[in-house]
């Protein structure tokens, strides 16, 4: 499994459209809304290069509005935690 993280710059008017496109794409695990540099921040988690350059290249800089992005390839995980038991605190 190969996980990548890619930051985009997008028309201030498009944040909430194109992020609601962004995680309807197949491969595309979550996107976050961000504070910064960069507006969102889409999580990629894809079998191989080949479907991450998919992804990136012919599906995510294709939208419009996005005006600039920035991709970074995770080599290694460090954290073991389940990320599903934070958001189940509370519940019985």
Known sequence: MLTAFVSLKVKRDSVNEIASQLAAINGVSEVYSIAGRFDLTAIIRVRDCDNLADIVTNKLLKFEGILDSETQIAFRVHSKHDLESMF?????
């Not at 189940?88 to 019985?92: M, P, Q, R």
Request: proline share 0%; hydrophobic share 20%.
């Open 88 to 92: 189940s605190l509370g519940e019985n």
